[in-house]
């Protein structure tokens, strides 16, 4: 899975020679998975054809404020909204020097102002211009204000010179990038995450098992890794790439899957119950392919642990989250379910008729006791994301919770 899927990342290019690189950047942006939208200032269009980026990003780049078509297609304020990351590259002395000082003279800078997503700018200017006070200055007030700072390098310069100011290359902003999403909000805790079907075996070549493509699992332990976490992902048969930095075991059975997370859920803070386990199997799978018969078929059917519920009934449960997959009365069974397996959370999202499995996007409705937060359908990868923000604030709660509870034992003991 790519480290930026379904991250969508306005790229502002303003007027440098390394204006080039950014035709290079846009496309390791979406080899890594990135949505691109272009904004580029007039001087940028001097250096690199609007068409060139056009072409690479796959979307109408933008140039003018008071251009009536692109407002129409995606208005500023909407483009604002729209970003996940705003990143400019190149960034020059001059569009620095108008950031920090808050102008709004063209739709770039514009943009900058509008725009509650992350800021990064890339610097790319002659040495004597990046040590000089005024640009130093500049950029000291951009990170006071939370701007992140990608580079300078430092090398041979377009000008001839030598020094501080080169543009980071294309693959080394891409992965600066990936890193400045990355948070600390879950150091030091260990996350488990079920994800996929199980196959419950009827004989060693026929078995019975479900749609789940796994997806949102895979994208639940990509972004509690992304937060810090250490991450370990319990999978059933998928076709994902396993997520970068992230502990897959591989299962096949409920049965497997049930020993295995049960074996790592002692030493985990958070687990997150995503996978589609089969709810019954054949007690005894035939050894030998099973004969076509005459008459029909019957298979008798045993129930399969609920692991979900195994974990959140341990003495020192881990902060339990589960999925309802449901059909019909989604509030009312997501609810009981929660309390019925004794959940800290639970996340209920619509399947059937075309929703739910094996699709790309999904929505949902979460719950915890004396709460809930409704997630709009959006692609999986960014839902894991809101998810995993919900989890790590209610966990950080019942943590403190906790604390307080132990403290005022201590006190009466
Ligand atoms: O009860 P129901 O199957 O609808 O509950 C769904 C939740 O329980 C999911 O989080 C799923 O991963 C988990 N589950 C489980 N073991 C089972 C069946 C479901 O952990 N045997």
Not at 81 to 102: E, K, M, Q, Y
Not at 154 to 172: D, F, I, N, T, V
Request: charged share 25%; net charge neutral.
């Amino acid at each position: 899975m790519q480290s930026l899927s379904d991250k969508r990342i306005l790229l502002g290019i303003t007027g440098g020679i390394a204006a080039y690189k950014s035709a290079e950047l846009t496309r390791r942006l979406r080899d890594h998975g990135a949505e691109v939208r272009v904004v580029m200032t007039p001087a940028a269009t001097e250096f690199i054809a609007p068409l060139t980026l056009q072409a690479l990003s796959g979307n109408p780049v933008h140039t003018d404020l008071l251009d009536h078509e692109a407002e129409a297609a995606m208005g500023h304020i909407e483009l604002a909204r729209w970003a996940d990351a705003v990143v400019v590259a190149p960034a020059t002395a001059n569009f620095i020097a108008r950031l920090s000082n808050g102008l709004a003279d063209d739709l770039l800078s514009t943009l900058c102002l509008a725009t509650a997503a992350p800021l990064l700018i890339a610097p790319a200017m002659n040495r004597q211009m990046w040590q000089n006070p005024a640009t130093q200055e500049n950029i000291a007030r951009l990170q006071a204000r939370g701007v992140t700072l990608l580079g300078p390098a430092s090398g041979a310069q377009a000008c001839g010179e030598m020094g501080p100011g080169r543009l980071l290359e294309p693959e080394e902003l891409a992965q600066a990038i990936i890193s400045a999403g990355r948070t600390n909000q879950l150091a030091g805790v260990s996350v488990l995450v079920s994800a996929g079907p199980t196959r419950e075996f009827i004989d060693p070549v026929r078995y019975l098992s479900n749609r789940s493509s796994g997806r949102m699992g895979y994208a639940v332990a990509r972004a509690a890794e992304e937060a810090g976490a250490a991450v370990t992902l319990v999978s059933g048969p998928v076709s994902l790439a396993a997520p970068a930095r992230v502990k897959v075991v591989e299962v096949v059975s409920a049965g497997q899957m049930h020993d295995e997370v049960l074996a790592a859920a002692p030493a985990t803070d958070i687990f997150v119950s995503s996978a589609a386990v089969a709810d019954y199997r054949t007690g005894n799978a035939a050894g030998q392919k099973m004969k076509k018969k005459d008459a029909d078929l019957l298979l008798r059917l045993e129930k399969t642990p609920d692991i979900l519920a195994e974990v959140a009934a341990l003495d020192r449960p881990p902060f339990t989250v589960g999925f309802a997959a449901e059909t019909e009365n989604l509030h009312d069974n997501a609810k009981k379910k929660l309390k019925s397996k004794n959940l800290d959370m639970i996340a209920a999202n619509r399947v059937g008729n075309g929703l739910g499995f094996d699709r790309e996007e999904n929505a949902l409705e979460v719950f915890w006791t004396g709460g809930s937060e409704s997630l709009a359908t959006a692609p999986k990868e960014k839902l894991a994301r809101q998810l995993v923000e919900i989890i790590i604030a209610r966990y950080r709660e019942k943590s403190l919770e906790q604390q307080h509870r132990t403290r005022v034992k201590d006190v009466q003991d």
